[in-house]
């Protein structure tokens, strides 16, 4: 589809009188440049971890997500996997892996730094909440139990 207007223009000759022959090529490289970078952005990967889920977004769209009650219980380390892909700057580059233990489906966090290895990692941490004694995630604001402000 883009090769169209690019075959157009090879017999189009450019007229410095004529404002039309000058105008049209240029609208026809914005107009590709400009679905170029929409593509791009459409195409750009996101994840996102809450307080009650962890999500992986793709151009504005929930592509995955694993609810963390599904690690009610049990300690979310033995369902994530941390390893180094590279190193950047003297820097690791961790990727990180997510499993599903109710659906079998894994998310796997790419091009992460140490701080989101950390923020990940405080998951499997417990806060009791002060006033029910109820085991809440340290990424909680509030008692899962009772509501209150934690």
Do not use: W
Not at 17 to 43: E, H, K, Q, W
Not at 87 to 104: A, G, L, Q
């Amino acid at each position: 589809m883009l090769f169209v207007p690019l075959i157009l223009l090879e017999d189009f000759e450019i007229n410095l009188t004529d404002p039309y022959s000058i105008v049209f090529p240029g609208m026809i490289a914005f107009l590709i440049l400009f679905f170029i970078v929409s593509f791009v952005n459409v195409r750009r990967t996101r994840y996102y971890l809450t307080s009650e889920r962890v999500l992986v977004v793709r151009g504005g769209n929930i592509r995955k997500e694993i609810p963390l009650s599904h690690f009610a219980g049990r300690p979310i380390s033995q369902f994530l996997e941390t390893k180094v892909m590279y190193t950047e700057n003297d820097r690791p580059v961790y990727r990180i892996r997510f499993y599903d233990p109710m659906s079998d489906e894994v998310i796997d966090f790419k091009g992460m730094d140490s701080y989101s290895v950390k923020s990940v990692e405080r998951l499997s941490e417990v806060s009791e909440c002060p006033f029910c004694g109820y085991d809440n995630t340290t990424t909680s604001k509030y008692c899962r139990n009772c509501g209150a402000v934690l």
